[in-house]
């Protein structure tokens, strides 16, 4: 049985493959919860506004009835055990319907156009040990119907260990198939999510992950403080002396449109006098981050 709270399809919204078609399925449970995220101090708890915890759940039996979360983790219903009666709980074949149903022609490869839609799996946190399995159940199910798809990307904080049987899913991935798994690593910084550095930054976890597959991409949020940006140069390089040497892309802070385009301009600005990437969050242009986009 999987557990997660929603799958949709919709383009890639942050990152080097922004724009792209993807089919996405989030899963439940995190094992962080970056309750910092616009805060005023986000290394102050006793300053946070509540992240959802003052919300009448009582009515709300669809996540889409949610409002969007403007402080905390954007998807918090997904990290979150009081959302834990609006997850969807089904066998792999079930979930593997559900997302068929959801490409336009049923298939991962477009019919007409020629190009694939990537396979996007998010959360919560997909590396935990239980959810690596249920990644790999999805694909195996995915390609017993003779619909693999050819990109996988991996959302994930960074700090989860690879089991043995997902190294070796992706080696086959890679290897016998000839598919591309995409590492989207975002690491909570102190002085933007609010989590410890010590929970929250394992450069030989994503030094792992880089050795199982090439191809990734550190993506930071940062908030414009000097403090911020001096934690993506240090945590940057400890992943650099673990073997990970992905590409950075920073993101502006903000779950809302309004939020987001804030600080956008200046954020964007820095980053690229520093030399990293920048991206901005699509989908919250184009749908005020509404979920299920």
């Known amino acids: 049985m999987l557990k997660y709270t929603e799958t949709f399809f919709s383009a890639q919204g942050e990152g080097q493959y922004v724009g ?26 006793s300053t946070y506004k509540p992240v959802g915890n003052d919300l009448d759940l009582t009515d709300i039996t669809d996540i889409h009835d949610l409002p969007i979360f403007n402080v905390g983790c954007d998807s918090a219903y997904s990290v979150a055990k009081r959302y834990r009666h609006l997850i969807t709980d089904r066998t792999v074949s079930e979930a593997v319907d559900e997302l068929t149903n959801l490409l336009p022609h049923g298939t991962f490869q477009h019919p007409v156009s020629k190009q694939h839609t990537h396979m996007v799996f998010t959360g919560g946190e997909p590396m935990l040990k239980n959810t690596q399995s249920g990644m790999i159940s999805v694909l195996q199910e995915f390609y017993r119907r003779g619909n693999m798809p050819k990109n996988v990307t991996v959302e994930t904080n960074g700090t989860k260990p690879i089991t043995p049987e997902l190294e070796k899913h992706i080696e086959d991935f890679q290897h016998d198939w000839g598919g591309e798994w995409m590492w989207s690593i975002s690491p909570k910084l102190w002085n933007t999510a609010g989590e410890q550095h010590k929970k929250a930054i394992k450069p030989e976890v994503v030094g ?19 403090e911020s940006w001096r934690e993506v140069e240090e945590n940057t390089q400890l992943f650099r002396e673990a073997g990970c040497d992905f590409p950075v892309w920073i993101m502006g802070i903000g779950g809302t449109f309004e939020g987001l385009t804030e600080t956008e301009a200046s954020i964007a600005d820095e980053a690229i006098q520093r030399g990293y990437n920048y991206t901005t969050r699509a989908h919250v242009h184009i749908y005020g981050n509404a979920i299920g986009k």
């Open 20 to 45: 792209i078609p993807s089919l996405w399925m989030r899963f439940f449970l995190c094992n962080l919860e970056c309750r910092g995220f616009g805060q005023i101090d986000p290394t102050d708890p």
């Open 208 to 226: 792992k992950y880089a050795e199982v597959s090439k191809r990734g991409q550190l993506k930071y949020v940062v908030n414009g403080t000097e």
